[in-house]
């Protein structure tokens, strides 16, 4: 067999595979990603504020920075378990979940922290456009899923069709002569 086709299809040539997502654009290795910003300092700031838990945090952080950075559990909790383990943080259980709050050496640390908090690194060059209209469109998917899940069959449909008239409103005016 040829080398070019000794490649199975499933196991592409080591990472040099692009491919397509279902919108058109090309991403390499599982499509785009978002800018990363310092979840132990994130944590830390946002604990200097109030006592909140994991999920907490997540949501906070992706609202300050307009969805532009949304931490994974899998990155949060990590975190905070070190920063207990440092004894920079406690947690307290409550009503089933864990709350975490500053100790007097988490204090300290917060209050260490020079320059601009790590939301605003996150968004530092990104375009106010481009923030509101992720804004608005990330409220827009979480109604559509919410009408997917618990709306009627007629909901569903109604939702679909003024999905479609505004995705074509949007290309509409796209095409208008700027």
Same mark, same amino acid.
């Given at each position: 067999?040829?080398?070019?086709?000794?490649?199975?299809?499933?196991?592409?040539?080591?990472?040099?595979?692009?491919?397509?997502?279902?919108?058109?654009?090309?991403?390499?290795?599982?499509?785009?990603?978002?800018?990363?910003?310092?979840?132990?300092?994130?944590?830390?700031?946002?604990?200097?504020?109030?006592?909140?838990?994991?999920?907490?945090?997540?949501?906070?952080?992706?609202? *300050?920075?307009?969805? $532009?950075?949304?931490?994974? &559990? /899998? =990155?949060?909790?990590?975190?905070?378990?070190?920063? #207990?383990?440092? %004894?920079?943080?406690?947690?307290?259980?409550?009503?089933?979940?864990?709350?975490?709050?500053?100790?007097?050496?988490?204090?300290?640390?917060?209050?260490?922290?020079?320059?601009?908090?790590?939301?605003?690194?996150?968004?530092?060059?990104?375009?106010?456009?481009?923030?509101?209209?992720?804004?608005?469109?990330?409220?827009? *998917?979480?109604?559509? $899923?919410?009408?997917?899940? &618990? /709306? =009627?069959?007629?909901?569903?449909?109604?939702?679909? #069709?003024?999905? %479609?008239?505004?995705?074509?409103?949007?290309?509409?005016?796209?095409?208008?002569?700027?």
């Amino acid at each position: 067999m040829h080398e070019r086709f000794s490649h199975s299809r499933c196991a592409p040539p080591l990472g040099r595979e692009r491919h397509r997502h279902h919108y058109g654009r090309r991403f390499s290795r599982g499509g785009p990603r978002a800018r990363r910003g310092d979840v132990r300092a994130a944590a830390l700031a946002l604990l200097d504020e109030r006592p909140m838990h994991g999920y907490e945090m997540i949501k906070e952080i992706e609202e *300050r920075t307009g969805g $532009l950075w949304r931490p994974s &559990a /899998g =990155s949060i909790y990590p975190t905070l378990q070190l920063l #207990e383990d440092e %004894d920079l943080i406690r947690g307290e259980d409550s009503d089933g979940k864990r709350r975490f709050s500053l100790t007097e050496q988490g204090r300290a640390a917060a209050a260490e922290r020079s320059g601009p908090l790590p939301w605003d690194e996150v968004t530092a060059g990104a375009d106010p456009r481009e923030l509101r209209l992720r804004e608005s469109f990330l409220a827009l *998917r979480a109604a559509v $899923l919410q009408a997917a899940r &618990a /709306g =009627s069959e007629e909901q569903a449909a109604r939702v679909q #069709e003024l999905i %479609d008239e505004a995705r074509r409103g949007v290309y509409a005016i796209l095409a208008e002569d700027a």
